[in-house]
């Protein structure tokens, strides 16, 4: 069957919203001045914690550029906004678990590429799934396919993913997420296998109309898109790293939607300004201290361990997160399966203990560099890091940099304690993935390579026994412990504000789920 792809009309909805869009908007600078209410001008300016650097879903960095393709891509499921984790239908009209191993999927007959390149079909479905774990592909995402073998196709828009093993984390992760987003098989083979900054062809209901960098991205509405129509004319996402700063255009009336400090949660709460609203989600980000495991400064256990007890968790939440958090103990938020009640070392530092360590080690005279994102957050905390080494003798210089030369820190050999956090999914495994042998000098950037560890990883996310998994979870993590690379430190929490005229579509860890903020 040959599938057509034609522009949809115009239906009453799509003709309402573009008769009351302005003709030409202009974006307005960074300059805290006042502009019109969202709701006014079609426009949705909304902050990001960083910027986008690729178009490409196998080579995602961070959720920012996540948060984009969601909007500009297609995936067979997407997550369900709302408290409670869930997915429903994108490209798919049908998918069925029919087996452990094979999950059959039927695609909708509507959806088609921009630049010519036709309508997605299920050869764009196997193309892109299997491109995220063939090894050429060097996708930094590649564990989040898990044990995807490959794609049947068994017909235009019908196919079968084939595992090699169960994978509880396909409906979770592997579909709904990062390398959930479909490509066109044919664009990406004319560009020659590479996506870079610009997409080579798009299908959402948004298309990135421009990407000025570290400046803004622009999605503009997808005339094409026959989906329901998306709410806004026109999305600007503005990076900036610092919630401080974010609150402050907030309240100058530049963004309509923004994460803001814990700090702030307070004075939020008796009032957003502008006649805003502020929603609190929890966390599952993971924020840790890591040291690189390689660096001839680091390579000795006892100095780790006496780093490990040297720090005090409740002095860094307390100075930087305003007491509104809790410590954490490992890398898997509460409420997930893997949670440890409590980790292996207390959050309080124990200066005699590390002392005492230090002095096993036969280290003197220690000097490190620690790096962290330029954030107001990070920075404090690593001041109290600072502090705290400091009173067993370790000195450390203190590196702020900016989200792109810290995010590209997986390639610095140089790299010796780095205050880190990643964004998670509600699995386990999402977690653990990153700290495997193979990922090590990826985002592995600790080089934690423990073979215990990636044998559990392995296992649990092929068990279905719950309970079984909770345990093998836990015990992986403290192999991380037990390494002395890393020292826990919270999960944060997720508060954001939004402007009146704009409804939020989260995630229940409160990130944005673009393609279905709506108008107030």
Known sequence: MKIEWTKAPMGRRTFLRGATALGAVTAVPMGFGSRAAAGTDGVLRIRAYGDTQTMDPAKILSVNEEEVMAATYNKLIQYKPGREWGWQLDAASMIEQVDPTHIKFALRDDIGFTNGFGAMTAEDVKFSFERVIDPATEATNKPDMGTLSHVEVTGEREGTIVLKDPFAPLWSIALPYQTGNIVSKKAVEAAGGIIGTDPVAESGPYLRD???PKSKTVLKRNPDWKGDAPAWDTIE?????????????????????????????ERYRGGVPNGGTLIENPSLYYVWLGMNMDHPKLQNKKLRQAIQHA????????????????????????????????????????????????????????SL???????????????????????????????????GAFWASGDNENLQLVLNRYSMTPDPYYATSWFTTEQAGIWNWERHKNPEYDALHEAAFRETDTAKRDEMYQQAQSIMEESGAYRFITH?????????????ALRPDGLSLLRYFDKA
């Open 210 to 212: 421009s990407w000025s």
């Open 369 to 403: 560099t620690l790096d962290v994102l330029n954030k107001t957050t990070f920075a404090t905390t690593a001041q109290i890091i600072q502090a705290t080494l400091a009173q067993i003798g370790i000195s450390v210089e203190i590196n702020l940099l900016e989200s």
């Open 237 to 265: 996402i503005l990076p900036i790293d610092d919630e401080n700063t974010a609150e402050i255009a907030f309240e100058a009336g530049e963004i309509d939607f923004t994460r803001v400090s814990l700090g702030s949660v």
């Open 492 to 504: 944060e929490a997720t508060p954001v504000i939004h402007s009146a005229d704009v409804v939020p």
């Open 311 to 366: 720090i005090d968790v409740p002095s860094i939440l307390q100075a930087a997160y305003f007491g509104a958090v809790e410590p954490s103990t490992g890398i898997i938020a509460p409420g997930l399966a893997g949670n440890r009640k409590t980790g292996r070392i207390p959050p309080e530092a124990n200066f005699e203990k590390a002392a005492a360590l230090l002095a096993e080690s036969g280290e003197t005279n220690v």
